[in-house]
């Protein structure tokens, strides 16, 4: 873990919210702050409900409940975690509260679905094997690990999270990749797709939606890293053309429906707020 990461508690009435995005009931989201330092977070406006000078990616607060709360009636319902942070990123393996969360979670009766892009998430499967509805997801948006060290150099490898893929679907549970953010003209998702498609049968797409803050970032690093790019993201991101991702869009569902995959393409231009 990053050691310039700024890491406090802070005290919390209840982990459990109700959610805004799409077929979720409630999301949970164990810590504010996440130390992964992803170039393009669109995550960056908790900061504004923080009280933190920092740079986002910098800090990371820790949830710490000081009394028990009201238990909510959760069965039948869908809880995600976590919609504005890791719930598995490295501090979780000093303070495992999302381990803590599904503990009491078990035998909620609610269907749990975690989305993460830490192989820490082994760390828990005695109890993920116990919670009978239960789904387990990895951001990975691209299978060259060069292209993920340079725009998430604080989360696992790509090799990690197709290996955790590979464990978990091999202890029976449910397992899907979210191939997201796809970066233009970067994102290696064929070979990602095939590398993972043994371990899951679903796959979700989403692209690469920048708030003011990471524009800035992305660009700068096209510039850098990418120089024959600049154009294009300039065209996508300042002109707001949208033909690349009309196009992208009918590749994906062209090539997972040749090979009978499950895929669904979320693109669009605005990104929730949690």
């Not at 082994?122 to 990895?138: A, E, N, R, S, Y």
């Not at 150099?153 to 990749?177: D, E, F, N």
Request: glycine share 4%; proline share 5%.
């Amino acid at each position: 873990m990053n050691n310039s990461l700024k890491v406090q508690e802070i005290v919390t009435r209840g982990y459990i919210n109700p959610s805004k995005l799409p077929g979720e009931d409630y999301v949970i989201n164990p810590y504010v702050g996440c130390p992964h330092r992803c170039i393009y977070c669109y995550a960056e406006f908790m900061k504004r409900f923080s009280n933190h000078d920092e740079p986002w990616g910098t800090f990371t607060d820790v949830k710490i409940r000081s009394t028990s709360s009201r238990p909510v009636d959760l069965a039948g319902k869908n809880v995600f975690l976590s919609s504005v942070t890791d719930c598995y990123n490295p501090l979780e393996e000093k303070y495992a509260l999302t381990r803590k969360l599904l503990l009491q979670l078990r035998h909620s009766g609610a269907h749990i679905t975690i989305l993460t892009k830490s192989a820490l998430v082994l760390h828990d499967i005695d109890v993920l094997t116990q919670i009978p509805d239960i789904t387990v997801g990895f951001s990975i948006h691209t299978a060259d690990d060069a292209l993920r060290l340079e725009t998430e150099p604080c989360a696992s490898s790509v090799p990690q999270r197709l290996q955790a893929l590979k464990t978990l679907h091999g202890h029976g549970i449910a397992t899907w990749v979210h191939i997201s953010p796809l970066f233009p003209y970067l994102s290696d998702w064929k070979t990602l797709l095939e590398e993972a498609r043994p371990f899951t049968g679903r796959f979700t797409f989403e692209n690469l939606k920048l708030r003011a803050a990471a524009l800035h970032r992305v660009l700068l690093y096209i510039t850098q890293k990418h120089p024959r790019l600049k154009e294009y993201y300039e065209q996508i991101y300042r002109q707001k053309k949208d033909g690349y991702w009309k196009a992208l869009r009918k590749e994906i569902l062209a090539f997972c429906n040749e090979r009978k995959i499950s895929a669904a393409v979320h693109f669009s231009q605005q990104e929730p707020e949690e």
